[in-house]
């Protein structure tokens, strides 16, 4: 499955940044948003930058990989509201 991950530029240069997310520190290509300030969240697309995120994004996109991750490792028992904010029907 490819999907988009949060990671927050550590070291920017013109065309590459150095960031740090969920999978540890990557090599991140910056050519389709330019370069960043250290500190800024970014979506991560299989080594690209595709948009810049703010932390709060950044905070619900891993708690749903989060979610997709216990499903798909068989937890039947998870709270939707936990890993998907306003998805649960607590929020319709």
Request: with cysteine.
């Given at each position: 499955?490819?999907?988009?991950?949060?990671?927050?530029?550590?070291?920017?240069?013109e065309?590459?940044?150095?960031?740090?997310?969920?999978?540890?520190?990557?090599?991140?290509?910056?050519?389709?948003?330019?370069?960043?300030?250290?500190?800024?969240?970014?979506?991560?697309f299989?080594?690209?930058?595709?948009?810049v995120?703010?932390?709060?994004?950044?905070?619900?996109?891993?708690?749903?990989?989060?979610?997709?991750?216990?499903?798909?490792?068989?937890?039947t028992?998870?709270?939707?509201?936990?890993?998907?904010?306003?998805?649960?029907?607590?929020?319709?």
């Amino acid at each position: 499955m490819c999907v988009g991950v949060p990671v927050q530029v550590i070291e920017s240069a013109e065309c590459m940044a150095r960031c740090y997310g969920r999978n540890g520190e990557e090599q991140v290509n910056m050519m389709l948003i330019g370069a960043q300030p250290v500190g800024t969240w970014l979506l991560n697309f299989l080594g690209s930058a595709r948009e810049v995120i703010s932390e709060q994004d950044a905070i619900n996109i891993n708690k749903a990989l989060d979610g997709l991750t216990a499903i798909m490792q068989g937890d039947t028992g998870i709270n939707v509201d936990d890993y998907f904010p306003g998805l649960g029907s607590s929020e319709r």
